[in-house]
T-cell receptor, first 114, second 109 residues
Framework: NAGVTQTPKFRVLKTGQSMTLLCAQD?????MYWYRQDPGMGLRLIHY???????AKGEVPDGYNVSRLKKQNFLLGLESAAPSQTSVYFC?????????????FGPGTRLTVL | GQQLNQSPQSMFIQEGEDVSMNCTSS?????WLWYKQDPGEGPVLLIA?????ELTSNGRLTAQFGITRKDSFLNISASIPSDVGIYFC?????????FGTGTRLKVLA
């Protein structure tokens, strides 16, 4: 049982480049989330999904897009990276936000945009 | 977004000491989750609480769900150097999770 995995672990981009971060979970969770964590800012929700084929915006969605084509995967895309998107990105998943609502996090992706 | 009030913000303690931290809210919740985040790692779930008044242990860690359902406490007994990290509380609303501001723990050997 791998839990929540994220690829890549590290990435350096130039301004304007694009990339996709992949999150996978093997716990059959319905809900999946993408957060960014900046120094002194805590975790901020970018986008989330409450089931396969669904996505919704979180607190800081601008500059990001997501897709949930398969239940186990949640992709975060940056179409045109900006230095302000330098951050650590965490994916998380849970069964729900009601019963059995423990949320489990991946190890993170450290992204630097030059 | 909504946050939970967590205190203290940081603490330095001597190895072997007990540690207490708490998380409060003005709203009532049905769940309290406690996480630890090591430097450079993702948050790891330590304890989940689902019932007002519930007291749950995980090794040297003990957490309690406040009877008013507006707060929770985490205690660490006999701290060791590997306890260093950021501890934060969390709870859930409709589809989303709310997080505390974190308690940064540093243990002096």
């Amino acid at each position: 049982n791998a839990g929540v995995t994220q690829t890549p672990k590290f990435r350096v981009l130039k301004t304007g480049q694009s990339m996709t971060l992949l999150c996978a979970q093997d716990m059959n969770h319905e809900y999946m989330y993408w957060y960014r964590q900046d120094p002194g800012m805590g975790l901020r929700l970018i986008h989330y999904s409450v089931g396969e084929g669904t996505t919704a915006k979180g607190e800081v969605p601008d500059g990001y897009n997501v897709s949930r084509l398969k239940k186990q995967n949640f992709l975060l895309g940056l179409e045109s990276a900006a230095p302000s998107q330098t951050s650590v990105y965490f994916c998380a998943s849970s069964y729900s936000t009601y019963a059995r609502n423990e949320q489990f996090f991946g190890p993170g992706t450290r992204l630097t945009v030059l | 977004g909504q946050q939970l009030n967590q205190s203290p913000q940081s603490m330095f303690i001597q190895e072997g000491e007990d540690v207490s931290m708490n998380c409060t809210s003005s709203s009532i919740f049905n769940t309290w989750l406690w996480y630890k985040q090591d430097p450079g790692e993702g948050p790891v779930l330590l304890i989940a609480l689902y019932k007002a008044g519930e007291l749950t242990s995980n090794g040297r860690l003990t957490a309690q769900f406040g009877i008013t359902r507006k707060d929770s406490f985490l205690n660490i007994s006999a701290s060791i150097p590997s306890d260093v990290g950021i501890y934060f509380c969390s709870t859930s609303g409709t589809y989303k999770y709310i997080f505390g501001t974190g308690t940064r723990l540093k243990v002096l050997a």
